[in-house]
């Protein structure tokens, strides 16, 4: 099953692969072959921002988290997607960004590590547009994969009653809708289902009170 985000963790079981080649399999002509660097790339949710944007913003959106994997010697990613827009649109720059990601061997798969909205894209671009051969796990950290309680009582009906006032803070209503239950558990997770090659990971969490609004 799919973790459902804050205070409801489920692991997701996917069939086992079989081991990977040793990092320092010899080459063809004998010659040991330097280990391979892995590559993660960090994806923001909704109304996020990629690394790119941080010298405007002054905030990183993953804080620390590519520092703490660069210095363990793990090559990082942080494209900036559309802020507001559904899965559908912010996949295809999503997989862009890895295609053209320099650091990247032809043919290498990398992990993605998703946050909220950006799980959705990441299965959006494995399993509707063929990522699965960018693509070998994907770990989402408080993804919505069954909707959001905040979209069905909160956001979903102020939209609905005040369209210009939603447009006016960049929350159209097409992606508020996209993400309540009826919609994830109704639609996408029946047109967007696992792919068997690739490895997934779903972690949640929750607490009392939050020191900030966070809206996914």
């Keep these: 099953?799919?973790?459902?985000?804050?205070?409801?963790?489920?692991?997701?079981?996917?069939?086992?692969?079989?081991?990977?080649?040793?990092?320092t399999a010899p080459a063809p002509d004998g010659r040991v072959m330097e280990p391979r660097?892995?590559?993660?790339?960090?994806?923001?949710?909704?109304?996020?921002?990629?690394?790119?944007?941080?010298?405007?913003?002054?905030?990183p959106y993953f804080n620390g988290v590519r520092q703490f994997l660069e210095r363990r010697g793990i090559r990082t990613l942080t494209p900036s997607l559309p802020a507001s827009d559904p899965p559908s649109a912010r996949?295809?720059?999503?997989?862009?960004?890895?295609?053209?990601?320099?650091?990247?061997?032809?043919?290498?798969?990398?992990?993605?590590?998703?946050?909220?909205?950006?799980?959705l894209d990441a299965r959006f671009a494995i399993t509707r547009l063929d990522g699965a051969g960018l693509i070998d796990q994907l770990i989402t950290l408080g993804t919505p994969h069954h909707g959001t309680t905040l979209c069905d009582r909160l956001v979903e009906p102020a939209a609905s009653k005040a369209p210009k006032l939603m447009a006016s803070i960049d929350l159209p209503r097409p992606?508020?809708?996209?993400?309540?239950?009826?919609?994830?558990?109704?639609?996408?997770?029946?047109?967007?289902?696992d792919v068997p090659d690739?490895?997934?990971?779903?972690?949640?969490?929750?607490?009392?009170?939050?020191?900030?609004a966070h809206v996914m």
């Design 37 to 59: 660097q892995p590559k993660v790339v960090l994806v923001h949710g909704l109304l996020g921002w990629g690394y790119n944007a941080i010298r405007q913003l002054r905030v």
């Design 1 to 23: 099953g799919r973790g459902a985000g804050a205070g409801d963790f489920e692991p997701r079981k996917s069939p086992r692969k079989s081991p990977a080649a040793p990092a």
């Design 198 to 212: 690739v490895t997934y990971r779903s972690f949640g969490g929750a607490r009392e009170h939050l020191s900030q």
């Design 175 to 193: 992606v508020v809708h996209f993400l309540t239950a009826a919609h994830m558990d109704g639609q996408f997770n029946v047109d967007v289902p």
């Design 91 to 119: 996949a295809p720059v999503l997989l862009d960004a890895i295609h053209r990601w320099q650091q990247r061997e032809p043919g290498e798969r990398v992990t993605i590590v998703a946050h909220s909205l950006g799980g």
